[in-house]
């Protein structure tokens, strides 16, 4: 590595294409399947989709999965199932993607915030106790950045207060905690299948479970909450009715069939993410300045971010260090702006800054660099030399 000028402050940028933070692997036999899959007989609700849904099943070790459009539609029909309504109280993490509070929102229940655990970045489980008042009626902790969050400390606490878990592990797919994969823990565990997350459908998500009554649920609001099949019209095939309040979140057998083929390559995919994140932890280690992701505890993650903060002793604040790599060419993007700096979470729910000291904190050193199993070994190279190139220019 050689010291050169950073592009921000007027060198050449390292890299003359950009390389995103995240970003989808197809290669030919996704391209085939989703191929194969138009020309059956069903491209929608069709037996493709059973096929994914019983193959992640399969793979986390629970009896039901059941296949809907986005995490976020996962997340709704989740809170619908579990009962969630109007003047009940969801505690979350405000260190998350806005749809992580919608099972509360959707549900016309409270979303409650709770602050982090710093070092899992994730909901910290005395927080979590002090939040719990006789509305409570669930908990959403996310696996932030794929890293397993405190289960054994939130179960405690859904335990103590008969409380419906809802595990938002759209950054979490393909990894373990405690010889089990994430997925297997009760009540509910939900996916995203995002183009930049562990694999992906296009759009798309999934929620798992071991609960007979709620997966029948599930299925009940993925689809309009019709009986297909109601007792006492056996004679009329016709007659199907809805129940309730439903959805269309059904979803085809075309991002099904991109599903099965990307499983085919999710132990590739973990292997390269896992490389780049000891490569990245090799080079950051004796940076000042940087705090890398904490060492996973028990647990073997499937990392979906691998995000650092950007601590004062580094020489530029994050704000310059994000801007310094875009112009390197380096995709890095922050995850997240905490949910109660958001417009809608404070004049809906009345929440301000400065109400979740140690989210705050995190989030004002958070970036996270690119991470997917597209990255080579070249592309590595140049994120972590534009990194320390740019420390080395502010150390002088
Ligand atoms: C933590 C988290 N929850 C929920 C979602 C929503 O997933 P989707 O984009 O599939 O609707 C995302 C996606 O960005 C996410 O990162």
Redesign the pocket.
Known sequence: MTDRVPAHYGGDPIRENVLGYGSQSIGEDEKQAVVEALEGDYITRGPTVDAFEERVADLVGVDHAVAT???????HIAGRAAGFGSGDEVITTPL?????AHVATYCCADPVFADIDPHLRSLDPDAVREQVTEDTAGIVP???GGQPADIDGLLEVADEHDLTVIW?A??AFGGSWNGEMIGAQRDMV?F???P??NITTG???MIVTDDDELAERLRRLRSFDMDYDPDGHESEPWYQVTEGLGYNYNVTDLQAALGLAQLDRLDTFKRRRDETIEQYNEAFASIEGIRTPSEPVNSDPMY?LYAIEVREDFGCDREEFVNALHAENIGVQV??VPLHYHPYFQEEYGYERGMFPETERVYEGLVSLPLHAKIDDGDVTDVIDAVQQLRTYHAE
């Open positions: 459009t986005s995490g976020t539609t996962a997340l998350t993607f806005v749809s992580t996310m696996h932030y938002d759209c950054h939900m995203s299948f995002h930049v997350k759009e798309g998500g979906h995850h997240y």
